[in-house]
């Protein structure tokens, strides 16, 4: 072959330009690498999902005619070949030196280790031709201000992309944002319909890295893998999610219930980030569902839907690329504690914690405010530190890229970012659970206690949070209200809840 081009675990976007002619003399390689394996501790479903989706591409490309390498990890290893670039290097001196072309990462590690490798040996990158903003756009929009802010970003995106706009540049529907009608609580009359699931034994990834010794996270249960891996399974659920579920999305998006997992969210985070889909159809696959059926889905489920994909994730992302590395350090709050053990159990009699945390090992997945308002808020206001914190949900969820877990993890959930990239923190007390869920229902705790043995230990550690934090976030205005509060319980009282948070912080693995 006279050029090697090489995809990525998560490049496997059949409609990049790469493909559009078959070439005799280019040649495709994927690889199943031990380094992309242990980066950190995986789920287990994770590792299974994104071999079995590069699996299924690999045949997909050969079933267009292309040519393809494909190395699996039994294959990689006995060679001695444990990163990406030694596959690749080995692989370019087997065919006599061909050109070789890749696309440009996502993750820092990966284009540090290309952009060195390709000026060593030769190598040329290009777009992945997936995103709807460029690595700079973020950076560029924020560059001499000292916080950075989504909707700004957000507006900016509808405008170039002509997104929910009328022909003078306005919001279609004469409003940006439609957040206020998207805090609805669910009821147990709301009926919940089920998602498809697109059945595959996962028994032989497992045994697969039980031979190589690679550590997993989490469970899958009868070893039953059920996220879609191909196309034509993505585009089925993206049809799915838009036929039953975007009804309702805005309006339930902050909610929790123990009912479902996943209530009216569209779980595409793993088809979107593996690029099996673009953003750019996922949010057109929307809009059409709403211009087809206007008095069945309103627009501020459809607004909420297109302002995570077209806003949030490519905020996430331009973010990613404007603070690495240094990002990947920062500790604002100087949290030092460790997650407590049964992050990786879910053995608490915490319900909530108990019931995301169970939900996210067995699931690989946890919607946005079970990662935001009850892990992410837990590890934050407990003082966990940001690396631990890292740790958890780069392992635990099957869509965990680093450009996306991290800026969410770090930034938005911990705060370790000072700010940047959220106007306050996402702390509360159990007051917000409670009503936002039906988790307090069957807890052993009480939401309404402050102190005492059954006390909520969301509400000691709330207040010890803000008590400790006075001169970092006692000046900011949205947090005034919050600070009203603590002051108003007088001196006693907080003397009790502080002594409490500290019994809390000494027995968190008992909790
Ligand atoms: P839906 O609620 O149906 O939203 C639709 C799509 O919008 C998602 O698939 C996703 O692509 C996008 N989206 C929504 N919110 C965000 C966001 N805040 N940032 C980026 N994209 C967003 N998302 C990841 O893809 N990978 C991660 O590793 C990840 N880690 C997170 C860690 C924390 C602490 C928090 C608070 C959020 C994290 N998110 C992450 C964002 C979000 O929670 C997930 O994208 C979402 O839960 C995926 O489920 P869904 O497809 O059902 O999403
Ligand atoms: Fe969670 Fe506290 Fe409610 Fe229990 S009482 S479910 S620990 S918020």
């Given at each position: 072959?006279?050029?090697?081009?090489?995809?990525?675990?998560?490049q496997?976007?059949?409609?990049?330009?790469?493909?559009?002619?078959?070439?005799?003399?280019?040649?495709?390689?994927l690889f199943?690498?031990?380094?992309?394996?242990?980066?950190?501790?995986?789920?287990?479903?994770?590792?299974?999902?994104?071999?079995?989706?590069?699996?299924?591409f690999?045949?997909?490309?050969?079933?267009?005619?292309?040519?393809?390498?494909?190395?699996?990890?039994?294959?990689?290893?006995?060679?001695?070949?444990?990163?990406?670039?030694?596959?690749?290097?080995?692989?370019?001196?087997?065919?006599?030196?061909?050109?070789f072309?890749?696309?440009l990462?996502?993750?820092?590690?990966?284009?540090?280790?290309?952009?060195?490798?390709?000026?060593?040996?030769?190598?040329?990158?290009c777009?992945?031709?997936?995103?709807?903003s460029?690595?700079?756009?973020?950076?560029?929009?924020?560059?001499?201000?000292?916080?950075?802010?989504m909707?700004?970003f957000?507006?900016?995106?509808?405008?170039?992309?002509?997104?929910?706009?009328?022909a003078?540049?306005?919001?279609a529907?004469?409003?940006?944002?439609y957040?206020q009608?998207?805090?609805?609580?669910?009821?147990?009359?709301?009926s919940?319909?089920?998602?498809?699931?697109?059945?595959?034994?996962?028994?032989?990834i497992?045994?697969?890295?039980?031979?190589?010794?690679?550590?997993?996270?989490?469970?899958?249960?009868?070893?039953r893998?059920?996220?879609?891996?191909?196309?034509?399974?993505?585009?089925?659920a993206?049809?799915?999610?838009?036929?039953?579920?975007?009804?309702?999305?805005?309006?339930?998006?902050?909610?929790?219930?123990?009912r479902?997992?996943l209530?009216?969210?569209?779980?595409?985070s793993?088809?979107?980030?593996?690029?099996?889909?673009?953003?750019?159809?996922?949010?057109?696959?929307?809009?059409?569902?709403?211009?087809?059926?206007?008095?069945?889905?309103?627009?501020?489920?459809?607004?909420?839907?297109?302002?995570?994909?077209l806003?949030?994730?490519?905020?996430?992302?331009?973010?990613?690329w404007?603070?690495?590395p240094?990002?990947?350090?920062?500790?604002?709050?100087?949290?030092?504690?460790?997650?407590?053990?049964?992050?990786w159990?879910?053995?608490?009699?915490?319900?909530?914690?108990?019931?995301?945390?169970?939900?996210?090992?067995?699931?690989?997945?946890?919607?946005?405010?079970?990662?935001?308002?009850?892990?992410?808020?837990f590890?934050?206001?407990l003082?966990?530190?940001?690396?631990?914190?890292?740790?958890?949900?780069?392992?635990?969820?099957?869509?965990?890229?680093?450009?996306?877990e991290i800026?969410?993890?770090?930034?938005?959930?911990q705060?370790?970012?000072?700010g940047?990239?959220?106007?306050?923190?996402?702390?509360?007390s159990?007051?917000y659970?409670?009503?936002?869920?039906?988790?307090?229902?069957?807890?052993?705790?009480?939401?309404?206690?402050?102190?005492?043995p059954?006390?909520?230990?969301?509400?000691?550690?709330?207040?010890?949070?803000?008590?400790?934090?006075?001169?970092?976030l006692?000046?900011?205005?949205?947090?005034?209200?919050?600070?009203?509060?603590?002051?108003?319980?007088?001196?006693?009282?907080q003397?009790?809840?502080?002594?409490?948070?500290?019994?809390?912080?000494?027995?968190?693995?008992?909790?």
């Amino acid at each position: 072959y006279a050029r090697l081009r090489l995809i990525l675990g998560d490049q496997l976007n059949e409609n990049h330009s790469w493909f559009r002619e078959v070439d005799n003399a280019t040649v495709y390689c994927l690889f199943e690498t031990h380094s992309e394996a242990t980066y950190t501790r995986h789920h287990v479903q994770k590792i299974t999902g994104f071999f079995l989706a590069m699996r299924a591409f690999a045949n997909r490309l050969r079933e267009l005619g292309h040519h393809v390498v494909y190395r699996s990890l039994d294959e990689t290893l006995a060679a001695g070949h444990h990163s990406i670039t030694d596959c690749v290097s080995h692989l370019r001196r087997e065919q006599e030196n061909p050109a070789f072309e890749y696309q440009l990462p996502d993750e820092w590690r990966l284009d540090q280790e290309l952009k060195l490798y390709s000026e060593k040996a030769g190598g040329v990158a290009c777009d992945s031709e997936h995103f709807l903003s460029v690595r700079e756009d973020v950076g560029r929009l924020f560059a001499d201000k000292q916080r950075y802010l989504m909707e700004t970003f957000y507006r900016e995106m509808r405008r170039r992309h002509d997104i929910l706009m009328d022909a003078n540049g306005e919001p279609a529907t004469g409003q940006w944002n439609y957040d206020q009608d998207n805090r609805g609580r669910i009821s147990a009359e709301v009926s919940i319909p089920e998602s498809p699931r697109f059945e595959r034994d996962g028994g032989e990834i497992v045994t697969l890295l039980e031979r190589h010794g690679i550590a997993t996270m989490g469970r899958m249960p009868g070893n039953r893998f059920t996220y879609p891996v191909t196309r034509r399974e993505c585009l089925e659920a993206l049809s799915d999610f838009c036929r039953h579920r975007l009804v309702h999305f805005g309006t339930y998006q902050d909610a929790m219930t123990t009912r479902h997992p996943l209530l009216f969210h569209a779980n595409l985070s793993f088809a979107m980030n593996t690029k099996l889909l673009g953003p750019r159809e996922v949010i057109d696959a929307a809009i059409n569902a709403w211009r087809e059926r206007p008095e069945e889905i309103t627009i501020n489920q459809v607004e909420g839907f297109v302002r995570q994909i077209l806003g949030w994730r490519e905020y996430m992302r331009g973010v990613y690329w404007a603070q690495m590395p240094e990002f990947a350090e920062v500790n604002a709050l100087d949290h030092r504690a460790d997650l407590p053990e049964w992050y990786w159990t879910g053995d608490t009699k915490m319900n909530c914690l108990s019931h995301a945390i169970n939900q996210s090992l067995d699931l690989a997945y946890a919607h946005h405010i079970q990662r935001l308002m009850i892990t992410g808020n837990f590890a934050l206001i407990l003082g966990a530190h940001p690396d631990a914190v890292d740790a958890w949900y780069l392992g635990v969820y099957i869509d965990a890229i680093e450009w996306v877990e991290i800026t969410n993890t770090r930034g938005m959930s911990q705060r370790a970012d000072g700010g940047l990239i959220a106007t306050k923190p996402y702390c509360s007390s159990a007051n917000y659970i409670n009503k936002m869920s039906d988790y307090c229902r069957g807890c052993h705790y009480d939401p309404k206690q402050h102190t005492g043995p059954r006390a909520c230990p969301f509400n000691s550690l709330y207040w010890d949070f803000l008590d400790r934090h006075r001169e970092r976030l006692g000046s900011n205005y949205r947090m005034a209200f919050m600070y009203k509060g603590w002051e108003r319980k007088g001196g006693e009282q907080q003397a009790a809840i502080l002594e409490r948070a500290a019994w809390v912080k000494a027995h968190v693995n008992e909790l």
